[in-house]
T-cell receptor, first 113, second 118 residues
Framework: GDSVTQMEGPVTLSEEAFLTINCTYTATGYPSLFWYVQYPGEGLQLLLKATKADDKGSNKGFEATYRKETTSFHLEKGSVQVSDSAVYFCALQLTGGGNKLTFGTGTQLKVEL | DAGVIQSPRHEVTEMGQEVTLRCKPI?????LFWYRQTMMRGLELLIY????????DSGMPEDRFSAKMPNASFSTLKIQPSEPRDSAVYFC????????????????FGAGTRLSVL
């Protein structure tokens, strides 16, 4: 079945460090890919998305590139801030599969001064 | 738009009691999702509706759980009777199903209801 695998957390970084959170997927078709972020005590919100191979999604300094050949959608940010501390979820959505999202398990990011 | 609105934000109840969680989706959205989040199991999709019709309820844990969507602007998730293992944060999300290849249907989440069953 369709699935998303994320790196285990928590990931702890110092402010201004480079961030990578790995995400790989398995899907029967050609999915759209998403990163959602959940700040403490809040619901999930969309961070960025990509709908086809080689697309790059970007928002708030975060980027992820849809790599069909490696079935990956790794999240990166060049310089993290304390305010980026949150849980990050990678997800896929199949074309023609309605609106259903398949989420990874989430990766907690902690950024320290 | 006010976004997806869930109520109550917090619910504390005793084992055996009925619990009803409520959700108002974003106006104009035609898909609605109920999720449960726990430390042990992460984020689980319980059920989702398209155009007020339940499409997939395979994630509903057991018969104690039921969900309804009587109209496009309201949905409920009911647990009867509740048990301590139902303690979790329950999220509602809504989306507009565009149905076109190459377009991503973004889900918008509510703030969640934190349920504690004692």
């Amino acid at each position: 079945g369709d699935s998303v695998t994320q790196m285990e957390g928590p990931v702890t970084l110092s402010e201004e460090a480079f961030l990578t959170i790995n995400c790989t997927y398995t899907a029967t078709g050609y999915p759209s890919l998403f990163w959602y972020v959940q700040y403490p005590g809040e619901g999930l919100q969309l961070l960025l998305k990509a709908t086809k191979a080689d697309d790059k999604g970007s928002n708030k300094g975060f980027e992820a590139t849809y790599r069909k050949e490696t079935t990956s959608f790794h999240l990166e940010k060049g310089s993290v801030q304390v305010s980026d501390s949150a849980v990050y979820f990678c997800a896929l959505q199949l074309t023609g599969g309605g609106n259903k999202l398949t989420f990874g398990t989430g990766t907690q990011l902690k950024v320290e001064l | 738009d006010a976004g997806v609105i869930q109520s109550p934000r917090h619910e504390v109840t005793e084992m055996g009691q009925e619990v009803t969680l409520r959700c108002k989706p974003i106006s104009g959205h035609n898909s609605l999702f109920w999720y449960r989040q726990t430390m042990m199991r992460g984020l689980e999709l319980l059920i989702y509706f398209n155009n007020n019709v339940p499409i997939d309820d395979s994630g509903m844990p057991e018969d104690r759980f039921s969900a309804k969507m009587p109209n496009a602007s309201f949905s409920t998730l009911k647990i009867q009777p509740s048990e301590p293992r139902d303690s979790a944060v329950y999220f509602c999300a809504s989306s507009l199903a565009v149905g076109l290849v190459g377009l991503a249907n973004i889900q918008y989440f509510g703030a969640g209801t934190r349920l504690s069953v004692l």
